[in-house]
T-cell receptor
Framework: EPEVTQTPSHQVTQMGQEVILRCVPISNHLYFYWYRQILGQKVEFLVSFYNNEISEKSEIFDDQFSVERPDGSNFTLKIRSTKLEDSAMYFC???????????????FGAGSRLTVL | RKEVEQDPGPFNVPEGATVAFNCTYSNSASQSFFWYRQDCRKEPKLLMSVYSSGNEDGRFTAQLNRASQYISLLIRDSKLSDSATYLCVVNRGSTLGRLYFGRGTQLTVWP
């Protein structure tokens, strides 16, 4: 079964450092997303991306965050200057088409755990 | 008011029991509804989509009441492997892939 892969699985960084989280979406999917989940809290939407540009972003996705599709397979999330409150599990997801419905759903990667010290 | 609200539980039930989870959503414009399950420290995985007429997938039955903005999940004949957190998830339809998650309801099935 096709899957979304994410690297690294766990990253520890110092406050103020830049972090790049990487994702390889499912190959025929065109829409890509980042979500995050702070420990013990709900999964929250960060950003959606289609056709090499951001489609939508949440209030969480401020100027410290950026996304990029540097080549035909990778989709990255960069946090420019990490803060303690950025510690969370970051999930990448992809979908074949943009409209979420019963027939078209998001497939999530296993996540990248970010710990900011 | 939260976008999606769920009873956090935990629900502790014996194998073979029937258990039901409820969820309410605040935005009446919501169009798509799902139940995901999440194992500890893992990614959310789709359990089932929820259709207006209600739908069943094996031991799992989902119901949607648009008038009350209420979604339910019924699990029959619980298995040990059903132990997980069940996430109620809603999409407004107009926003590409933006899902709103509830905090989840924790289920433990004991032998």
């Amino acid at each position: 079964e096709p899957e979304v892969t994410q690297t690294p699985s766990h990253q520890v960084t110092q406050m103020g450092q830049e972090v790049i989280l990487r994702c390889v979406p499912i190959s025929n999917h065109l829409y890509f997303y980042w979500y995050r989940q702070i420990l013990g809290q709900k999964v929250e939407f960060l950003v959606s991306f289609y056709n090499n540009e951001i489609s939508e972003k949440s209030e969480i996705f401020d100027d410290q965050f950026s996304v990029e599709r540097p080549d035909g397979s990778n989709f990255t999330l960069k946090i420019r200057s990490t803060k303690l409150e950025d510690s969370a599990m970051y999930f990448c997801a992809s979908s074949e088409i943009g409209t979420v419905s019963g027939a078209n759903v998001l497939t999530f990667g296993a996540g990248s755990r970010l710990t900011v010290l | 008011r939260k976008e999606v609200e769920q009873d956090p539980g935990p629900f502790n039930v014996p194998e073979g029991a029937t258990v039901a989870f409820n969820c309410t959503y605040s935005n009446s414009a919501s169009q798509s509804f799902f139940w995901y399950r999440q194992d500890c420290r893992k990614e959310p995985k789709l359990l089932m989509s929820v259709y207006s007429s209600g739908n069943e997938d094996g031991r799992f039955t989902a119901q949607l009441n648009r008038a009350s903005q209420y979604i339910s999940l019924l699990i029959r004949d619980s298995k040990l492997s059903d132990s997980a957190t069940y996430l109620c998830v809603v999409n407004r339809g107009s926003t590409l892939g933006r899902l709103y998650f509830g905090r989840g309801t924790q289920l433990t099935v004991w032998p």
